[in-house]
């Protein structure tokens, strides 16, 4: 069935430094890649998302890459502050609805 | 606006006893999910409704587990009898719409998850 494979399962940095979670997805026909940010206690919040006809995002320090060819995206967030310690998860959605998502990666910043 | 809220937040219940979680969507939002997150593990899709009706209920264990959306809007998930391997966190998430396809999918909103514990 569908699968998404995430990694690494943690990350340490150090503030300032760049942060790269790695994703990749089973079904081709995947057409929607959000990336989630899962505060401890809390439930996973949408910060960035990339459809299948685009081939990068960016918005401020975070930025998202596809390569629909090798089925694999990416999130990079830039210039890390000890806020950005959390889980992230991305996502693959196939026909608008259906979701599958990582097993998460956590992201500690260190200062 | 007021975002997806459930309850309760945290339950701790014994084995074999019943348990029930409420949500209550974003309003306007016709979508509602259901999801189980384990410890370390992503969200994994328990139910989803297109206003009243159950659309993709495959993954629901229903022997035990049941849900319903009277009206289209709150929704409640009951497990009876709840078991050791239940503990979790159930999360429910809403969107404004995911009929069709093509690439115009609604953002997930998530509540903030109610977490039971199975003793």
């Known amino acids: 069935g569908e699968n998404v494979e995430q990694h690494p399962s943690t990350l340490s940095v150090q503030e300032g430094d760049s942060a790269v979670i790695k994703c990749t997805y089973s079904?081709?026909?995947?057409?929607?890649f959000p990336w989630y940010k899962q505060e401890l206690g809390k439930g996973p919040q949408l910060i960035i998302d990339?459809?299948?006809?685009?081939g990068e995002k960016k918005d401020q320090r975070i930025a998202v890459t596809l390569n629909k060819t090798a089925k694999h995206f990416s999130l990079h967030i830039t210039e890390t502050q000890p806020e950005d310690s959390a889980v992230y998860f991305c996502?693959?959605?196939?026909?608008?609805?259906?979701?599958?998502f990582g097993t998460g990666t956590r992201l500690k910043v260190l200062a | 606006e007021a975002g997806v809220v459930q309850s309760p937040r945290y339950k701790i219940i014994e084995k074999k006893q019943p348990v029930a979680f409420w949500c209550n969507p974003i309003s306007g939002h016709n979508t509602l999910y259901w999801y189980l997150q384990n410890l370390g593990q992503g969200p994994e899709l328990l139910i989803r409704y297109e206003n009243e009706e159950a659309v993709d209920d495959s993954q629901l264990p229903k022997d035990r587990f049941s849900a319903e959306r009277l009206k289209g809007v709150d929704s409640t998930l009951k497990i009876q009898p709840a078991e050791l391997g239940d503990s979790a966190v159930y999360l429910c998430a809403s969107s404004s719409s995911s009929l069709g396809g093509g690439l115009d999918t609604g953002e997930l909103f998530f509540g903030e998850g109610s977490r039971l514990t199975v003793l």
């Open positions: 079904d081709s026909a995947s057409n929607y």
């Open positions: 996502a693959a959605s196939i026909r608008t609805y259906k979701y599958i």
């Open positions: 990339i459809r299948s006809n685009v």
